[in-house]
């Protein structure tokens, strides 16, 4: 492809018009070409860095763990006291576009263009400034400094696109690896084994540019996307899966993925979102630190009591919490359980299978003396001794539809929500989901649920109402007293066909707007499926869905027909149910009423 003459200089404008072609095009290839030729134009290696970093919607690279800390709140002022308009007038064109960025777009004066344009360099700059500066009246300051170095709309657009890590432009990771490839004619599996090793997009396009893709070596602290499983119905289904291959089945622990990085005395927690997680789990964090080597496990934080693995519910407590108390960590103490591992001691094992992979972790946690195994036999308790340092899983062998049941029952029994079926032959593959590994998950008898909102959802379903509050009766339908109690929220499991019929119906029977919530008339029905139901105090129904779904739209069926609470509380003490809480759970508040989490 014909590439551009370098630019002498990288500016927020020139880096926002790219953006705004790739946008133009729903063709990947097409937006693929567009930023290939933009980064190749770009002749420092720092104004590309920055350039691949932002088109990620990044103000810092990965590996780099400041934040802008730089709140909606902030921004929102200091633009109403920078445009001066109505902030209802503000507001109503932010729920149009979907979000701040475009917003600015349609409300910013254009005025002539600046004699020294916003670059890229003072963008960092500036960034580096908001991430140093605490005292908040000094960020809307320096904020308020940036906006004016915008003449142009989609300057604005930009800056606040970055800002709330929210490009929209349909440019995904992918994507942007492929541009890179493109526009330093690079093989894609090369720069995406780069980006594993160094972490950072923006520093393997300098290493592409300068023909080094293979000089760099695997560095740990920068969070690698998980390998998932591909959900299996039944044993039977999965049998056929696996045609008489060999799979380790290991129980599918309830808890949260964390990926751990340790070398030497320094240790981080990593969620499936790439956040650091640290300080809700110090009591993790000192175990692990025990246990000898560098090493980059994959597994579960669960709630650990009396020796064995507990319901989640008892870990909920611990999460968004920055600094826990002593009480909160004595009453939910949480373990980490380990089922694989991607580099010891030098050695990055993802391509080995998982056979080595196994063999390594088991000699890990054998070579650590607080160390211990969590049982897999069908005979065995999913219990450990006391809290262990590191604890790993326990693989059984499997061939069929009939041992898979098996097992399946086995875990099920241990009070875990089913098992993952893995190819022992397998590479880890990160962000895949293929048939190297499986689940098998128990599901609860699903919920026909009335909706009490909708929502504008994010990103290509931004302009329509794709998230939607649900509840169910309180008593019978006939009941003087009855009346919906808020259960959950969910968004999957609909086609954008029927969230468009969806959205024109919801518009209609609105009865109140908030923000981008519409409070509607109770008219429609779901059917819900979910994983697990807990005591929530956050519902006025005093229960939640634990991963709910929409399983289909019941338009054959009236509001009054769906499920009361009373089928609630019989699915959360039925024996499936493994989201029970064995401790009191806390009191609903009783001023929630019908929209209260809306």
Known sequence: MPLQSPVPQATLLTFATACDTAAASASKLHKQAVLATYFHSLDNDDDLRRAVRYAAGRAFPTTDERTLNVGSAIVNEVILNLLKIDSRVYWDTVLKSGEIGEALAKLWPKSQAAPNPFTLEELATAFDALARIGVVEIKQQLLREMFQRCPHPREAAYLAKIIFRDLRIGVQEGVLQAAVAHAFDKPLKEIQRSQLLVGDLDEVGVLARHDQLKTPTFRLFHPIQFMLATPQETPEVAGNTLQDRPFYAEDKLDGIRIQIHKSGSRVALYTRTMDRTDDCFPDVVAAISKVPGDFLLDGEIVPWQNGRVMPFAHIQKRLGRKCPSAK??????????????????????????????????????????????????????????????????????????????????????????????????????????????????????????????????????????????????????????????????????????????????FLKISRAQHGHVHVVDPQVVLEIACDQIQKSARHASGYALRFPRIKCIRWDKRPEDADQLLRVKELYESARNFGRSVAPPAKPDPQLSLFNDV
């Open 328 to 505: 909160i960590l004595r009453e939910n103490p949480a373990a980490f359980i380990a089922f694989d591992i991607l580099y010891l001691n030098g050695e990055l094992l993802m391509e080995k299978p998982l056979r080595d992979r196994k063999a390594a972790l088991d000699g890990l946690c054998h070579g650590n003396p607080h160390a211990g195994l969590v049982a897999g036999s069908p005979s065995d308790s999913l219990t450990l001794p006391g809290l262990p340092n590191l604890a790993c899983t326990q693989a059984t062998t499997v061939h069929n539809a009939t041992e898979i049941a098996a097992i399946f029952e086995a875990a099920r029994e241990r009070g875990n929500e089913g098992i993952v079926l893995k190819d022992p032959d397998s590479v880890y593959a990160p962000g895949r989901r293929g048939k190297a590994w499986l689940k098998l998950k128990t599901h609860l008898p699903t919920l026909d649920c009335v909706v009490t909102a909708a929502e504008f959802g994010h990103g290509k379903r931004r302009n329509t109402l794709s998230d939607y509050t649900f509840a169910v009766w309180s008593a019978e339908r006939s009941h003087p007293d009855a009346q919906l109690v808020n259960i959950g929220k969910a968004y999957s499991g609909v086609t954008d066909e029927e969230i468009a019929k969806l959205t024109e119906l």
